[in-house]
């Protein structure tokens, strides 16, 4: 079964930087497009960065371009999301998307951005 999980969430403060991962399981990673997604209270679940199977091309939300940097690491079946100058509207619980299917997500795991 398809299985995503990620992890590197956590408290940070303003200005400071975290590394999400995305570990992949239960189908070929290399063959599909993967994604971040987050999901403010109160909020909409909103695209952050999306990065091709083999990582020739990414987009990104213009609230995080120039600060944000999604990867992916074929040979580990994984996929990352670089998070640096974070602001406090980065709080958010991230999700990991797989292109596959009817689409497959992964638990998510918080961020939050607090002095």
């Known amino acids: 079964q398809v299985q995503l999980v990620e992890s590197g969430g956590g408290l940070v403060q303003p200005g400071g930087s975290l590394r999400l991962s995305c570990g992949a399981s239960?189908?070929?990673?290399?063959?599909?497009?993967m994604g971040w997604y987050r999901q403010a209270p109160g909020k909409e679940r909103e695209l952050v960065a999306s990065?091709?199977?083999?990582?020739?091309?990414?987009n990104y939300a213009d609230s995080v371009k120039g600060r944000f940097t999604i990867s992916r690491d074929n040979a580990k079946n994984t996929v990352y999301l670089q998070m640096n100058s974070l602001k406090p509207e980065d709080t958010a619980v991230y999700y990991c998307?797989?292109?596959?299917?009817?689409?497959?997500w992964g638990q998510g795991t918080q961020v939050t951005v607090s002095a």
């Open positions: 239960g189908f070929i990673f290399s063959i599909y497009d």
């Open positions: 990065i091709t199977s083999n990582g020739g091309r990414t």
């Open positions: 998307k797989v292109w596959a299917g009817p689409g497959y």
